[in-house]
């Protein structure tokens, strides 16, 4: 159990994949790295939020399967996939993830 104001963040969590791209759909905070999970940076670091979290893995799950429902096409999920459809990804309570996709023309 990790609890708030207590969580370990790991340098890596810095430069991940989905690092710049996760937000706290009810504080608007960046998120942190803690493991193979991600956490509200105000949970993390201050209490000030509340706990929710998503692992790496159905993270992964979720976007693959969202862009394909998308039609979106690409040989492996990497930052240039995220860079090229995707604007943020706010996760909320109950780690409810949603997408919100770069507009294109
Ligand atoms: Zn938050």
Redesign the pocket.
């Known amino acids: 159990m990790i609890s708030c104001g207590k969580v370990q963040t790991n340098k890596e969590g810095k430069v991940d994949l989905f690092y710049v791209y996760l937000k ?1 759909r ?2 608007g ?1 960046k998120f942190t790295k803690a493991g193979k999970y991600y956490y ?1 940076n ?2 993390a670091r201050t209490c000030s ?2 706990k929710h979290s998503t692992n790496r893995e159905n993270l992964i799950k979720y976007i693959e399967r969202e862009l394909k429902a998308k039609h979106i096409k690409y040989d492996e999920l990497n930052r240039q996939v995220l860079f090229e459809y995707i604007k943020d990804i706010a996760i909320s309570e109950n780690s409810v993830v949603k997408i919100n996709y770069k507009s294109r023309k």
């Open positions: 706290c009810e504080c905070s509200c105000n949970y939020c509340t």
